[in-house]
DNA sequence: AATTACCCTATCTTTTTTATAGGTTTTATA
DNA sequence: TATAAAACCTATAAAAAAGATAGGGTAATT
């Protein structure tokens, strides 16, 4: 499952997508429409904003704003930025990657290799999905 | 991320998977193979014994064996035994469903439909993989 | 009857997640 | 130029989940 993070984040998102018409949105606009903690949420955005995904503006008239198109925002993208690993274990996450300590030979490991279609799999459909596919069925 | 509970899980059954020949494995035999704490193994094989994808005979000469060909253990009810919901939230869950409680209108809820997706595609995967195919790469 | 090994419950420790706190910097505008 | 508004930053605390351990109970086999 997706931390509560990751989920507030898609929320964020969506928020955001929806108000491209304005310059900037309020964190606290956010926080009321979804009831997520303002301080916690302000994390979320800024992790968002490091990662290039949102810009924002200080001090009065100030907020967050989407910087790239929604079709350019992938979920694997937030994933990753905000919950980690895709991949369901370590000796197979690309980004992440980790040798398992009880494995002996990752050659020789059927689970990896199982686990590597798998994520393969997964892959395919959380790249392709974006933000604009949310935004579609609001 | 899966947790070592279920990566465990998968060790286990390929272990069991792999000496189908012999009647019956100790779980030390297992607990030593993978470097695995014996009773936290002995606790996941209960669990799986429970589900009824093991067996186990009691007394001297006794131990654990497959109950199930391994083309019907499914990687998706091995991980839903030991780490729960497959789903990447909980309101799109069909074996562990709760409403998101930031949530006014599931219906209206772009990430819900785009989430039903994604976890469509996963069972996909999930469902149709087994022990078989893990077996077969080791 | 003794041994072997599964069965069960409870507790402890560690790690991760979630949340909070408090101050700093920047910007618009009156 | 003062003031208010808003993002920015760092640290810490609380809660939950995961991981691991302990110790005995029970059943079956030799």
Do not use: W
Request: with cysteine; aromatic share 6%; glycine share 8%.
């Amino acid at each position: 499952m997706l931390s509560k993070k990751t989920k507030y984040a898609f929320h964020a998102l969506t928020y955001l997508g929806k108000h491209r018409d304005q310059k900037t949105v309020l964190i606290q606009d956010i926080s009321e429409e979804y009831g997520i903690s303002h301080k916690f949420l302000e994390n979320i955005l800024l992790e968002l904003k490091k990662a290039g995904i949102l810009g924002s503006k200080k001090g009065k008239g100030g907020g967050y704003y989407l910087i790239k198109a929604p079709k350019d925002v992938a979920l694997s993208k937030v994933i990753r930025l905000l919950d980690g690993p895709i991949a369901l274990l370590p000796c197979v996450s690309l980004n992440y990657y980790e040798p398992c300590v009880e494995c002996k030979s990752e050659a020789a490991c059927g689970l990896n290799k199982v686990m590597i279609q798998v994520r393969d799999e997964m892959l395919k459909v959380l790249e392709n999905k974006t933000l604009a596919d949310i935004l579609d069925k609001e």
